[in-house]
């Protein structure tokens, strides 16, 4: 079915090639006599009706609003050739926002590809040749069981999709316990696994600490540090780990029964014997630019977006008010 994504407030514009359809008691379909459909649905969109829309909710558990009250909800309407000026301007940002939104996708794709390539020597880099080594995780990281004795209070958490998390951000209120003394403090470029399994992340998630100087978080971790820094790259290990390449070992050593809490058992014992095979030093660095270059050529885009959506807003803000006319 060809339609436009529904809104906020659970508005969706059916095209108007779309014939025959049938729609569940549950919605109120709206027809327009000398209005345009495309600039209604803009309309629905802005904040000028959200206000109209929130008064006429009714319920608590589900909140809906009542086919018969959509009748209520006001609109400032433009003259009509204005009303497909606005639409039509409008519809532009749209088709760029969706534009790059594909493009990201595909960026994304193309950057899982050489993860999942590069990281494990299927493709090698020009100029690479020697044979790569199978390492204990123990022989490159030294775990991290520091004591909190400086009382730090920056708690955080793993997110499998966004990494270090102040704990009141990421649960909208702290739930760690009132004394840190028994917390891991863990400094900037150190990693922790997470033994929660979560969607896309079903044996864990090993993250590096990057947005933060220093942080508390819970002994569940397992937290550890390089080595040697000379031998190791930690940029080329914050890719690897993000590409899940250790599931393969922690489906070995991940006991029986652990699922059932939500949380996996997986000793540190059993963790830092995981073998991994890995290249030299060189190699490692410059697999992890390539890799960098690609998620900052995806984060451009991404601001990009960002800005056309920003723009998109402003275009709403001051043409569906009526605050400023559009020239036809």
């Avoid at 400032?76 to 594909?102: C, M, R």
């Avoid at 250790?246 to 809490?261: F, M, P, Q, S, V």
């Avoid at 990009?304 to 559009?326: A, S, Y």
Wanted: glycine share 6%.
């Amino acid at each position: 079915m060809s339609t436009v994504r529904p809104n906020l407030q659970g508005f969706s514009l059916i095209r108007s090639d779309v014939k025959n359809l049938i729609a569940s008691t549950g919605f109120a379909v709206i027809s327009t006599k000398k209005c345009s459909n495309e600039f209604l649905y803009y309309y629905l969109f802005s904040s000028a009706i959200s206000k109209q829309f929130y008064e006429l909710l009714v319920g608590s558990n589900y909140p809906a609003i009542n086919s018969s009250d959509v009748r209520k909800l006001k609109i400032f309407l433009p003259p009509l050739p204005e009303q497909k000026a606005i639409a039509q301007l409008l519809s532009t940002w749209d088709n760029g926002i969706t534009k790059t939104q594909a493009l990201i996708a595909q960026k994304e794709e193309r950057k899982k590809w050489l993860m999942q390539t590069l990281l494990t020597g299927k493709i090698r880099l020009k100029g690479f040749e020697r044979k790569w080594k199978e390492v204990r995780l123990k022989d490159l990281f030294e775990r991290v069981t520091r004591k909190n004795n400086v009382g730090n209070t920056n708690v955080v958490t793993i997110s499998a999709q966004r990494g270090f998390v102040r704990q009141t951000d990421f649960f909208s209120k702290n739930i760690a316990s009132e004394l840190l003394d028994n917390y891991f403090p863990v400094d900037k470029g150190e990693f922790c696994y997470n033994k929660s399994y979560s969607n896309g992340y079903p044996w864990g998630a090993t993250k590096r600490l990057k947005d933060f100087d220093k942080a508390v978080v819970t002994t569940l971790y397992i937290c550890f540090s390089i080595k040697d820094k000379n031998k190791t790259s930690g940029d080329f290990f914050e890719q690897f780990f993000e590409a899940n390449l250790l599931d393969k070992g922690l489906i070995k050593i991940a006991h029986e029964g652990g699922r059932a809490h939500g949380l996996l058992n997986v000793t540190p014992v059993d963790f830092f014997e995981l073998r991994i095979s890995i290249p030299n030093y060189q190699e490692q660095t410059a697999i992890a630019q390539v890799l960098k270059n690609a998620d900052d050529e995806i984060q451009l885009i991404e601001n990009k977006t960002e800005k056309l959506k920003e723009q998109k807003k402003g275009l709403m803000q001051v043409l569906l008010t009526g605050k400023k006319i559009l020239k036809i």
